[in-house]
């Protein structure tokens, strides 16, 4: 079993920047995700890294903007957000699966419970 405690969402302006922390408790070992989903629209994957290895996979709107992380001491991925836009206003998912990482949702058992960020213009 593997929960998950997101944090670090808030409201910024155009440009800003936050960072994401998940925190994963229960096992080590684990791919993590971050997905997002904003307001009438459905569930889309932002970035995802293997907790043992190098591999890191991100969509293509967040290329260049955001960067995730993790601290295997702490048994923590982040997700760093800079020069936030408007549409990247959304609920954001901290996923955890026990395979390599995956870019689909429906691929990862765990979930945390959603933090909210919003991006004023």
């Known amino acids: 079993q593997v929960q998950l405690v997101e944090s670090g969402g808030g409201l910024v302006q155009t440009g800003g920047s936050l960072r994401l922390s998940c925190a994963a408790s229960g096992r080590t070992n684990i791919a993590m995700g971050w997905f997002r989903q904003a307001p009438g629209k459905e569930r889309e994957f932002v970035a995802a890294?293997?907790?043992?290895?190098?591999?890191?996979y991100y969509t293509d709107s967040v290329k260049g903007r955001f960067t995730i992380s993790r601290d295997n001491a702490k048994n923590t991925v982040y997700l760093q957000m800079n020069s936030l836009k408007p549409e990247d206003t959304a609920v954001y998912y901290c996923?955890?699966?026990?395979?390599?990482?995956?870019?689909?949702?429906?691929?990862?058992?765990?979930w945390g419970q959603g933090t909210q960020v919003t991006v004023s213009s």
């Open positions: 996923a955890a699966r026990i395979l390599g990482p995956s870019t689909v949702g429906y691929e990862y058992p765990y």
């Open positions: 890294l293997s907790w043992a290895g190098p591999t890191t």
